[in-house]
């Protein structure tokens, strides 16, 4: 919904693409096990082409009987631990190992023996713990007809509706455009992802009370006493271009009533503080390094399957995965009318834990050499592709691995202590990964700031989950 409301403020309702829940990049989604790719129960398969594809399918075997008595494996109750390991506790292991590594690998990139099941898989962990059993409390949720909520997002969902409703509960005039995007599966721009953070932008240039530093890095953050009140003062260093060339003296102070800091590198007093050096590891999370190779065909037929793309597990023999991909989308089944060409566009994923301890990375040429053939090996794709693109982006996912929420509950306490909530962090590195998990935490941060509201942005990190009555 945050999101939603940003492309609301933003204007960019009509530069939205839908993808209908219908489409079959909807409908089709794959995970490639242990040789061939296996279609993933969803929407517009029949029940007895679900059961036959579980029966059949390799992926599946062992996981029905087991799934059906989960109930009976007695309940633990840690601190936290892996998401592997409290799947195999409660399911058969090819749920982890088949599966949720897949999925895993699309959202993190990351290695289920080391993410956190605490912070990922919140709602079960909150399902075992309250019920003793996951199956149990999704079975009686659905009796006594619930719905699980964060008690967080309560609010935050009541002051988005309020904006977008009148008294009487009905969406205010003009949202149309918005019913048919919580209706779709996903969207995009027309120009890209990109051009949701390049209208913010340009949002921001044209305000008056708005200043824009490029190549400046916040080294250093202290609380001070500013005329009676207490302010944050930030030290800053312009490294390079225009702010270094047009500063007499490339370090700058400037306080501040409040600060965000959106970025894995908070500014910190500069300090021998024993407080002030948390482990490395508390302040900065694990990171994933992923290649990304683009590539577009003149033919529009490559595919021998339309879908969304495919996912791979950790499960696959390495004969069929020694490139370490992730994953492959079928941009032109995902994001219809992009593009101005006829043609098939693909998306390889490439890396993510699986490179954590190279020495090197492959340069681009090794990377489309490497995506090539994955697709050959997977798809049968032989064709030269006629325009390409390898990116490879250095430690752009963070790991919210064992231990995380105590780890923030550190940096929680390190803010107060240092700033008396007069400095928040949002974004990726502390608070989800998505698009949508950064504009909320943003969007909640902006809320308490101009509300005078004091705090660190980490004061929820433990997940207070609530049941309740599902709308009628």
Partial sequence: MATL???RRLGLENEVLLTSKASPAARNRYIYYP??????PGPG???????ASFLSEPIYRGILPGA????????????DESVGSFLRRRFPSQVADNIVSAVLHGIYAGDIERLSAKSLLS????????FGSISRGVATNWLQKRLMVQHKDLDFLQSINSSWHDKNGMMHEGLAKFREILDSSVYTFRAGIEQLSMALEDELRAASNVTIRCNTQAKFAQLREREGSQ?????FHATSGESRQNSANQLQREAFDYVLSSSSQIPLPQSDSSTVHLRKDVLTPASTTVMVVNLHYTSPSLLPVNGFGYLLPRSIPFSQNPERALGVVFDSDATQGQDTAPGTKLTVMLGGHWWRDWPSYPDEQDGLRMARAVLERHLGIRDEPDAWMATLQPNCIPQYEVGWTKSLKEVSKLLTDEFKGRLRVAGAAFQGVSVNDCVRSAYIAAECITKDQ????????EADWVQIPKPQ
């Fill in 5 to 7: 409301d940003l492309i």
């Fill in 35 to 40: 040789d061939h790719l296996v279609r993933m």
């Fill in 45 to 51: 398969q029949s029940l007895s082409e679900i059961i």
């Fill in 68 to 79: 059906l008595v989960e109930f009976l494996q007695p309940p633990k109750h840690l601190d």
């Fill in 123 to 130: 709602p079960l962990w909150f399902l075992e713990s309250a």
């Fill in 231 to 235: 302010k944050v003062e930030i030290l």
């Fill in 454 to 461: 004091k705090g660190t942005g980490l004061e929820n990190v």
